[in-house]
Nanobody
């Protein structure tokens, strides 16, 4: 299984970016999918989560600005980031608990990370 994150880049404050995380492999099911970020000299932060049924949760720091969504047919999750701020600068990682088959086996998987830089 591979998670391929993309869509990062350099943007001015107030701008927007959309991150994508595509899942490839012998997938039986994908449970919750998460976006994390790690800024320099800071701890990893859970940014947004979307459950298999579509329920979402966000960190307080991004509520109202970020939207997580998923396309189950494409095994892809998106993070739409609007009104970006310099403090959103970080490497963003997608993460998911995935059951593969055969044989049936569940595991935690991570994407490679994509850099988001917001200039002031």
């Amino acid at each position: 299984v591979q998670l391929q994150a993309s869509g990062g880049g350099l943007v001015q404050a107030g701008g927007s970016l959309r991150l994508s995380c595509a899942v490839f492999g012998r997938i039986f099911s994908i449970n919750g999918i998460n976006w994390y970020r790690r800024a320099p000299e800071k701890q990893r932060e859970l940014v947004a989560t979307i459950a298999s049924g579509g329920n979402t949760n966000y960190a307080d720091s991004v509520k109202g600005r970020f939207t997580i969504s998923r396309d189950n047919a494409k095994n892809t999750v998106y993070l739409q980031m609007n009104s970006l701020k310099p403090e959103d600068t970080a490497v963003y990682y997608c993460n998911a608990y995935i059951t593969t088959s055969p044989p049936l086996r569940g595991n935690d998987y991570w994407g490679q990370g994509t850099q988001v830089t917001v200039s002031s």
